[in-house]
């Protein structure tokens, strides 16, 4: 079945300190891989997502993400978290040529120490 | 271009009332996701339409729970005789072309709480 998992459900970092948040997935080939972060009260704004080609994505806020095929992960990096990327983060992936409907993992809820 | 709209923002129900949640994708946008949060968990599909077609409503309680997209007006998610395990936040997406590649644009969702 496909799966999506993120190990971590909390962690706390100090401002200014690297991020590093795990996602991996279990799927029968390449999914699409998304990730979205989720203020308080807020719905889901995409960070970024990966597609086909380079396996290093860009995205936005300072994120970028790694797809390793051979580890069926995609984590998301900082390398210098501020204040106000506390939220919770959720990564998903999306079937390819499918009805497009995603799965979530359960979440990491970022704090950020000042 | 407005983003998606759903409302209302927050939905008090006394149990065995009827929950209406709504949903006006972005412009330009066919293809219409609702999923649920509940507390500590990450979202859950729910159902897919497009205008006034149901593709895929795998994730739906087999009662309670119903969902169109007319062709004209929002998308609304129905719940009928709300039960306290359905409070939950309730999210709506919509996508251009319904491919798993889009990537949605949520809505700030709806949350519902059964008293």
């Known amino acids: 079945a496909q799966s999506v998992t993120q190990p971590d459900i909390h962690i706390t970092v100090s401002e200014g300190a690297s991020l590093e948040l795990r996602c991996n997935y279990s799927?029968?080939?390449?999914?699409?891989l998304f990730w979205y972060v989720q203020s308080p009260g807020q719905g889901l704004q995409l960070l970024l997502k990966?597609?086909?080609?380079?396996?290093l994505v860009q995205g936005i806020k300072g994120f970028e993400a790694e797809f390793k095929r051979s580890q069926s992960s995609f984590n998301l990096r900082k390398p210098s978290v501020h204040w106000s990327d506390a939220a919770e983060y959720f990564c998903?992936?999306?079937?390819?040529?499918?009805?497009?409907?995603?799965?979530f993992g359960k979440g990491t809820k970022l704090s950020v120490k000042p | 271009n407005a983003g998606v709209m759903q409302n209302p923002r927050h939905l008090v129900r006394r149990r065995g009332q009827e929950a209406r949640l709504r949903c006006s994708p972005m412009?330009?946008?066919?293809?219409v996701y609702w999923y649920r949060q509940l507390p500590e968990e990450g979202l859950k599909f729910m159902v897919y339409?497009?205008?006034?077609?149901?593709?895929?409503e795998s994730g739906m309680p087999k009662e309670r729970f119903s969902a169109e997209f007319p062709k004209e007006g929002p998308s609304i998610l129905r719940i009928q005789q709300v039960v306290r395990g359905d409070s939950a936040a309730y999210f709506c997406?919509?996508?251009?072309?319904?491919?798993?590649?889009?990537?949605?644009?949520f809505g700030s969702g709806t949350r519902l709480t059964v008293v």
């Open positions: 997406a919509s996508s251009p072309t319904g491919q798993g590649g889009d990537g949605y644009t």
């Open positions: 799927y029968g080939a390449t999914p699409y």
């Open positions: 990966y597609f086909s080609g380079d396996t």
């Open positions: 998903a992936v999306g079937a390819r040529g499918s009805q497009g409907n995603l799965i």
């Open positions: 412009k330009g946008h066919s293809h």
């Open positions: 339409l497009q205008k006034e077609n149901i593709i895929d």
